[in-house]
């Protein structure tokens, strides 16, 4: 009789724990109405949106702001670039878990803004009063450094911003 409770009781446990992982792995948008999110978006969803989602996150955590920060894909690739991954390894930043995501219409109802990198936003009009649009993003496989320190000044601009709110 102790055998199948101790099993019902592993069950459990391992379901929760697939279901963090999931919240994890895809990077979902919080589901606390009282964290407003900002929803980064390039065209894979796997390295210029990660890149400053991270430090976004990162900045905005320090800063002591409410905001975090999704990243997403128009046509999601099936993993994170290893470019991005190494790159945000050796700055200091973990990805452990992520997946790259599609876009999806309610996220970007929901979102608090949306930063779209390089890529085209289906239905902007729809959402044109929250959409940046931050084009010259260098590519993060040929130089990640140069990726990095436009979307890092990019995204300590966005802080900035709304800190003054």
């Known amino acids: 009789m102790l055998r199948p409770v101790m099993s019902l009781r592993l ?11 999931f919240g994890q792995e895809t990077k979902a948008p919080a589901t606390n109405e009282s964290t407003p999110t900002i929803l980064f978006v390039c065209e894979h969803g796997a390295a210029k949106s990660v890149i400053a989602a991270a430090y976004f996150d990162k900045l905005a ?25 190494k790159g945000l390894k050796d700055d200091g930043l973990d990805t452990k878990g992520w997946k790259p995501s599609i876009l999806t219409k309610q996220e970007m109802k929901d979102a608090s803004a949306i930063v779209t990198l390089g890529c085209a936003l289906p239905e902007k009009d729809a959402v044109a009063g929250k959409v940046s649009e931050w084009n010259e993003t260098p590519s993060v496989s040929q130089n990640y450094a140069g990726a990095r320190d436009y979307i890092l000044k990019k995204v300590q601009g966005l802080i900035d911003e709304l800190a003054k709110q």
């Open 61 to 85: 955590k320090e800063r002591g702001l409410k905001h975090r920060a999704v990243f997403r894909g128009t046509s999601p690739d099936p993993a994170l670039a290893p470019a991005a991954v």
């Open 11 to 21: 069950f459990i446990g391992v379901l929760l724990l697939s279901v963090v992982a």
